[in-house]
């Protein structure tokens, strides 16, 4: 079965203070891993696509990176306006279920001025 | 508007009645994917569209959940019976493209069974 775990569940970090947020995925073949942003009330925002182990993809201050097993949301010197639920999501190769994105339960930022 | 488009946002209804709710996705869009999200949950997958029909329904939790979209356009997601379980964010979403990740997500209907 496809899981998908986020750690931690909430992070509360002063502006400026860098962080990573942690998706580890187990599935049968990755297609593809996906990086959201969802505000209060709103639904999600995409952010990133991530295909293979060792790609990484940056906007403003946000660093996406991928490995076989995880990936990692770098934050840099973040801004009160960061704060949000990050969710992360997976895709299967193929077969049944290779239409879906599979969701983890997100990470809660809170971004103090 | 330019985004993808769910009415109602909100919905109170009582336990047993039928609901449905609307999704207008971005215009020329031809994948469409219903997903619902608890409290405090990621969004499951419930079912996806490609154009008229739908290409994989295997998220619906059982019969009493139904989707149509009979144009290719617009989607309504019907609900029957409904359950104080049911309750829960209705999220719809749209993109260009067929099988990607890359979605476009409305704010959603939020669906309350008394």
């Known amino acids: 079965e496809d899981q998908v775990t986020q750690s931690p569940e909430a992070l509360r970090l002063q502006e400026g203070e860098s962080s990573s947020l942690n998706c580890s995925y187990t599935?049968?073949?990755?297609?593809?891993l996906f990086w959201y942003r969802q505000d209060p009330g709103k639904g999600p925002e995409f952010l990133f696509t991530?295909?293979?182990a060792g790609e990484e993809k940056e906007k403003e201050r946000l660093k996406a990176t991928l490995t076989k097993k995880e990936s990692f949301l770098h934050i840099t010197a973040p801004k009160p306006e960061d704060s949000a639920t990050y969710l992360c999501?997976?895709?299967?190769?193929?077969?049944?279920?290779?239409?879906?994105?599979?969701f983890g339960k997100g990470t809660k930022l809170s971004v103090i001025p | 508007g330019a985004g993808v488009s769910q009415t109602p946002s909100n919905k109170v209804t009582e336990k047993g009645k039928y609901v449905e709710l609307r999704c207008d996705p971005i215009?020329?869009?031809?994948?469409l994917y219903w997903y619902r999200q608890s409290l405090g949950q990621g969004p499951e997958f419930l079912i996806y569209?490609?154009?008229?029909?739908?290409?994989?329904d295997s998220g619906l939790p059982n019969d009493r959940f139904f989707a149509v979209r009979p144009e290719g356009s617009v989607s309504t997601l019907k609900i029957q019976r409904t359950e104080r379980g049911d309750s829960a964010v209705y999220l719809c979403?749209?993109?260009?493209?067929?099988?990607?990740?890359?979605?476009?997500f409305g704010e959603g209907s939020r669906l309350t069974v008394l």
């Open positions: 215009s020329g869009h031809t994948a």
């Open positions: 599935v049968s073949g990755l297609r593809g």
């Open positions: 991530l295909y293979s």
């Open positions: 999501a997976v895709q299967i190769t193929s077969g049944a279920g290779s239409y879906q994105l599979t």
């Open positions: 569209f490609q154009g008229t029909g739908a290409a994989d």
């Open positions: 979403a749209s993109s260009p493209l067929q099988r990607t990740g890359e979605l476009f």
